[in-house]
Structures are given as C-alpha cells and as structure tokens.
C-alpha cells in the first residue's frame, strides 16, 4: 500500500477521513495478475479510454475503438492491441516510445461496469500479433503494474447504437476518412495516400462525417 498511494492521495485520504477504507480497498480489489473474469470482461469491449504521459511528463488520453476483440489478453500479466490509421500524429505510440508508463480505462456502459488496467507499454518491430487485426499498422502490448474494478455508480448506462464503418475488417474495403480529402492535407499525406489528393468534398460535411 505503501507503494500503491504517494502523498498527495495520502494527504486527501487524510483529510476526508479515508485512509483506512483506501488501504482496505486495496488488499481487496488491487491486482497484479489478469484473471479468467477480467480476460473476459477486456476481451468482450469494443473501446477503451487509454492515457499516456511524454518524457516531460505532460498527459495525453484517446480514444480507442474498434470492434469486439480490439484488445488480446496474452497472459495473465500481459495485454495488446492494434495501432490502426489514424491523424499521423501518433501522440500515443510516440509518448510509449518516450515513456512507458500508461494507462487504461475500460468501460462496459450496458452493463455499467469498468477496469482500470494500469502498466508499462512497449512497441516490438515485427510483432507476430500483427496480422491478428486486419490493417494493423502497430502492436502495443502493456505488462501489467495493477489492476482493479472502479464503483460503477457514476456509469451512465448507455446502448451501442452501431459500430463505426471505419473500423478494419477482414475482407472488407474500408472507407477514407473525409478529412484525407481535404485540400489543407493533399500535400502532406503520406504515399499511401497520395491517391486521395485532389478529391476535396466540403469542409464542414467532410470533418462532420470524420
């Protein structure tokens, strides 16, 4: 426990009359190892919230979606997921490369449940998971620090209306981004995507539908 607070945790635990209660939440929910039940409870999400910080230390929190299965747990102290196309700007992967300290949030709004998953990530060339998501650009894999469930009271309970039309499929053309048409970008895109300049749509439909 000593390890898991720092002082500032520790000085408003203090303050609210908590401490106690923290140091036993601890012992009771904090884990360092992925059981069978939150292998299934990760492996069932389509999204995750996933927060990483730079060598300054500065945060950085995304999104990340896909379909059911977007993250693998590989055993019970590692997970990984799929870097796909995205704005180039690789904030994410780029902080891991820098610093490997990360976190995750999962989130079930149906069920109104979550996970923290809290560790160190790392990027490997020619990772053999690759082709496990089509269209993968990079594997991420996380060992695990801790883990633990969050009170889900706070969880508004919401319906999965339909799954983006964006995300890799197998066997599956999938669509261009509006935005890769853009005159602002036909420039600067990648070989790629080299193909897609000159075909700007409106600005506003275009950016409304990314």
């Not at 896909?66 to 992967?93: K, N, R």
């Not at 919401?158 to 053309?173: G, Y």
């Not at 602002?184 to 506003?204: K, T």
Request: contains cysteine.
């Amino acid at each position: 426990m000593s390890e898991f607070f720092h002082e500032g945790s520790r000085q408003l635990q203090d303050r609210f009359e908590t401490r106690p209660m923290a140091d036993r939440l601890v012992e009771a929910i904090v884990s360092d190892k992925i059981s069978a039940e939150d292998k299934a409870f990760i492996e069932q999400q389509n999204m995750f919230f996933f927060a990483t910080v730079d060598q300054e230390g500065r945060p950085n929190c995304s999104y990340k979606g896909g379909s059911v299965g977007l993250v693998s747990v590989i055993d019970e102290q590692t997970l990984a997921f799929p870097i796909y196309d995205g704005s180039g700007m690789y904030l994410s992967a780029g902080n891991v490369l820098v610093n490997p300290n990360v976190g995750l949030l999962f989130v079930d709004f149906q069920r109104q449940a979550r996970l923290r998953f809290n560790g160190n990530a790392f990027i490997q060339d020619d990772d053999p998971l690759i082709n496990h998501w089509p269209e993968a650009q990079l594997v991420l894999r996380v060992k695990l620090r801790e883990m633990f469930p969050n009170c889900p009271r706070y969880i508004h309970k919401m319906a999965l209306v339909e799954e983006s039309t964006f995300v890799p499929k197998q066997h599956c053309e999938t669509p261009v981004p509006a935005w890769k048409r853009l005159e602002v970008v036909a420039d600067v895109l990648p070989p790629r995507d080299a193909h897609l300049a000159g075909h700007e749509q409106d600005a506003a439909t275009a950016l409304n539908r990314s």
